[in-house]
């Protein structure tokens, strides 16, 4: 099961984002939402395509 813990986590400390720079999480059912800065949002996309949360891969899109 995927926390929101686990996602901030793998932000700040894998992936090297400011935890300033991550707002809210809406973990739903099926999807998860994670609210980023627009500075940072290539950055925490290439690096949440290319990398693993809890030894996971996930699928990634952006809403604009």
Known sequence: KL???DIVGAFTNDFGI???DIGDI???RVHTY???KKEILK???NA???GRIKKMNFK???LT
Request: net charge positive; with cysteine.
């Open 3 to 5: 926390r929101a813990g």
């Open 18 to 20: 400011k935890c300033d």
């Open 26 to 28: 809406n973990i739903l």
């Open 34 to 36: 994670v609210a980023l």
């Open 43 to 45: 950055k925490a996309f």
């Open 48 to 50: 949440l395509k290319n």
């Open 60 to 62: 990634v899109w952006t």
